[in-house]
C-alpha cells in the first residue's frame, strides 16, 4: 500500500531566535520487505540553514540543522511517499516460550542474540522496575513469547483510556500505570517496561498510521500525529511490532519512522535554541493512500 505523508511542525517563539540546532528524525526507514522509501523532502522556513544527513547508532535517518539567521518563528516541513506491505501471518503459539526466549538473552550465544538483548534494559523514559508488578500478572511460565506481547498489549488497551493532554514526553512508566490513561507514547513505555521487566527484548516504534481510511479498512487510534508502539523480539520470528494503542499487531497502515530503547532515541525534532524565550509548537500529520 502506498502512502504519501506530510509532517508539518512550527515554532513560534515569543523574542527573536539568534542561532539554534536541531536534530530530527523525520525521514521513514527503508526496511526490506516491509517498507520501501520513494520519496523524501524536507524544507525550513529559515534562511541561512545547514543541513547534514547522517544515520544514528539505530541505523534510523538523522537530519543535522544549524540555523544561522535570527528568526521568531521557524516551519519544518517535512514530506514522503512510502509504500507498505504487509508481513506474513504469525501463529503467535506457534512462537517459543517467554521463559526459555529470557533465558537465551541472559545468556546471548549468536550475534542475533546480543544485538536484541541491548533492549532489554532500562532506558531514559522506561522504568523498568516500576512494571515488575504489572508483568508477573502474565509471566505462566510456558507462555508463548508472542502471545505473552499480544496479551498485554491487549490489556493496555482495555484497561487505560486513550486521553491527550494528560501526560507529556517527561511522563514516568509508574504514574501512566498508576492512572491508567496516556496516549501511544505512554502505552509504548508501559508494554515496554513490562516485556523487560520479564527479561525480554523490547524497542520502541516511532512511524505514522493512515488518517483516514477507506471503508474496507479499520479507523485507527493515534492518526493526525506522530504515533508509536513497540517490536518485541522473538527466536525464529525475528522483531515482531505490535500496537497496543491498537489491540494488534502492525498492519500495511504502519509507517516505520525509527526504532530505538524508548521516545529519547526516536523524537521526531530536538534541539537548543539561543534567545526565543516562551515557544509554542504545532504540529500536524497528514497520512494519505495513494491510488495506484
Not at 80 to 89: A, H, L, P, W
Not at 120 to 142: I, L, R, T, W
Not at 207 to 235: K, M, N, R
Request: net charge negative; with cysteine.
Amino acid at each position: 500500500m502506498k502512502y504519501r505523508v506530510q509532517h508539518n511542525t512550527e515554532f513560534d517563539y515569543g523574542l527573536p531566535v539568534i542561532a539554534a540546532q536541531q536534530v530530527l528524525r523525520l525521514k521513514p526507514r527503508e526496511m526490506p520487505g516491509r517498507q520501501s522509501l520513494l520519496k523524501h523532502s524536507m524544507s525550513l522556513s529559515s534562511p541561512g540553514t545547514e543541513i547534514r544527513e547522517s544515520n544514528d547508532y539505530f541505523g534510523n535517518a538523522v537530519h543535522e540543522v544549524r540555523l544561522h539567521s535570527r528568526h521568531e518563528t521557524l516551519a519544518i516541513q517535512s514530506e514522503c511517499e512510502v509504500d507498505v506491505t504487509s508481513g506474513d501471518e504469525i501463529l503467535l503459539d506457534l512462537s517459543p516460550s517467554w521463559d526459555s526466549v529470557a533465558g537465551m538473552l541472559a545468556l546471548p550465544h549468536t550475534p542475533e542474540l546480543w544485538h536484541a538483548a541491548q533492549f532489554c534494559f532500562p532506558s531514559p523514559h522506561v522504568d523498568v522496575s516500576a512494571a515488575a508488578e504489572f508483568a508477573a500478572q502474565f509471566a505462566h511460565p510456558g507462555t508463548p513469547l508472542l502471545r505473552l506481547a499480544l496479551d498485554i498489549n491487549s490489556y493496555i488497551h482495555r484497561e487505560f483510556k486513550y486521553t491527550g493532554g494528560v501526560t507529556d514526553v517527561y511522563t514516568e512508566v509508574g504514574n501512566v500505570l498508576n492512572n491508567r490513561m496516556g496516549v501511544c507514547q505512554d502505552f509504548a513505555h508501559v508494554a515496554i517496561a513490562a516485556l523487560r521487566a520479564l527479561g525480554l527484548a523490547a524497542r520502541y516504534v516511532s512511524g505514522y498510521i493512515l488518517s483516514q481510511t477507506d471503508e474496507d479498512l479499520p479507523t485507527l487510534i493515534g492518526a493526525e500525529a506522530s504515533h508509536a508502539w513497540i517490536a518485541v523480539f522473538c527466536p525464529e520470528f525475528g522483531w515482531v511490532d505490535f500496537d497496543p494503542t491498537n489491540d494488534q499487531i502492525t498492519s500495511d497502515q504502519h509507517i516505520t519512522l525509527g526504532w530505538g530503547r524508548d521516545y529519547a532515541d526516536v523524537a521526531p525534532t530536538r534541539g537548543s535554541i539561543l534567545g526565543g524565550g516562551q515557544q509554542s509548537l504545532n504540529v500536524e500529520v497528514r497520512v494519505r493512500r495513494i491510488q495506484n
